[in-house]
């Protein structure tokens, strides 16, 4: 029986994880791209408090357009509506997320992110050959370092005796920032310029997050997880709407080991073109299909440790996007 309940501790805390691979924090791409937030439910049946610090690190360095990697040279030649498509160098991604959690009966819960977001960026901007920029071109290097959006996400999981079906409702709040600046590498317009909004901390709206989940074991040691999440925003701030998306994850577990529990993930995204006078409503949204293997040790009853890599299977951007080659994942989980 102890032994059971292990496994099936470490199969939902690796659905918690596999949830946080498909909602929520928007890539710093000119349009979002990739989801890397690991959200930090931990569903349980044991009440109580449960925290959960977690690193990620998203490197996007991969020009792509279409389903198909695209040069730099080839890139400066797309034209779009007209107007000539922006050349992305890089975009390094820091995620640093603590998470509260807190259930007082084994039906009800809710749990609260804080990100803090540390990002550099660097573009050649429109009027470049894809190596070189060119004047007037919009293009500057930025670095910034700031909390994005809170979330804050309540469940319920009382439907069946088993508790292995449950419900997600919540907000993402407009608590971070989306007016920092970078410094122009632009001879025609030297100074501070606003970065892109999808480079922003926040995206300053209020969004609305629904889905559902559902585990189950198939032996004793072996389980599987399955997830759907819909993110949509409510409101437009400042000529800027981010794009709806849908997410849809699977995974098995195993927990036959002492202390580690192996796991393998599936994450699809389908995310739409961001919209407003003041959003790239060309090169953002796309489809996404990531595999996801990785383990979570057991410390002890109230510790656990996961790490997560993020490999992508199958890669269909809007316009010309920077996407990456790899995503990384730690943290740590603590619960009294």
Known sequence: MQHQRAGLILSIAALAALL?????????????SLTTDWQNLEYTYKPGFKFDLRYDYLNQDQLRSGSSKISSA?????????????????????????????SKTADWGINVQTPYIIRSHSTLGTASDGFTPGADGGQYDSKTSALGDVKIIGRYQGFIRNQNLGLLLGMKLPTGSFNKTGNSTDSGAPGLVMIDRGLQPGTGTTDAIAGLYYNNAITPDWGYFATAMYQFALNSRNGYKPGNSINASAGIRYSGFDIIAPQLQFNLRELKHDRGNNADTVSTGGTLLYISPGIIAA?????????FVQLPLYQDVNGVQLAPRIISSVGLRYSF
């Open 299 to 307: 410390v002890s009853d109230a510790v656990s440790l996961y790490g």
């Open 74 to 102: 080839a890139a400066s030649q797309v034209v779009n509506n007209g107007n000539p498509q922006e050349v992305e160098k890089f975009t390094r991604n820091n995620y640093v997320t603590l998470a509260v959690d807190y």
């Open 20 to 32: 946080n691979s498909s909602i929520a924090m928007a890539c710093a791409s000119c349009g979002c």
